[in-house]
């Protein structure tokens, strides 16, 4: 499976942006991490292949949203009142397993990421 993550873009803090994963096939769990400057890759959301069960991160908590649609093979983040330290470069995966995961190590395929930059 191969993941293109797009949408990323620079915002002045507050404002929001939506990124988008496109897989090239179906895809079971999907998840969305980040890798500031400096700073390791972390997790941001993950979402069940349903769209029934979901896990935010809580830095990005009540934020962020993330979303799917099969019947496109994407997979959505939707950022709202985004602060400075949300500026990272946000990676897509996913694994062909049914549960959810939050550790990057447990997701088979990787998209090669889209960087968000939030300005203060």
């Known amino acids: 499976v191969q993941l293109q993550a797009s949408g990323g873009g620079s915002v002045q803090a507050g404002g929001s942006l939506n990124l988008s994963c496109a897989a090239s096939?179906?895809?079971?769990?999907t998840g969305w991490f980040r890798q500031a400057p400096g700073k390791e890759r972390e997790f941001v959301a993950t979402?069940?292949?349903?769209?029934?069960?979901?896990i935010l991160a809580g830095a990005v908590k009540g934020r962020f949203t993330i979303s799917r649609d099969n019947a496109k093979n994407t997979v959505y983040l939707q950022m709202l009142s985004l602060e400075p330290e949300d500026t990272a470069v946000y990676y897509c995966?996913?694994?062909?397993?049914?549960?959810?995961?939050?550790?990057?190590?447990?997701?088979?395929?990787w998209g090669q990421g889209t960087l968000v930059t939030v300005s203060s």
């Open positions: 096939g179906p895809t079971y769990v």
């Open positions: 979402i069940t292949r349903s769209g029934g069960s979901t």
């Open positions: 995966a996913a694994r062909f397993r049914v549960a959810l995961s939050m550790t990057e190590n447990e997701y088979d395929f």
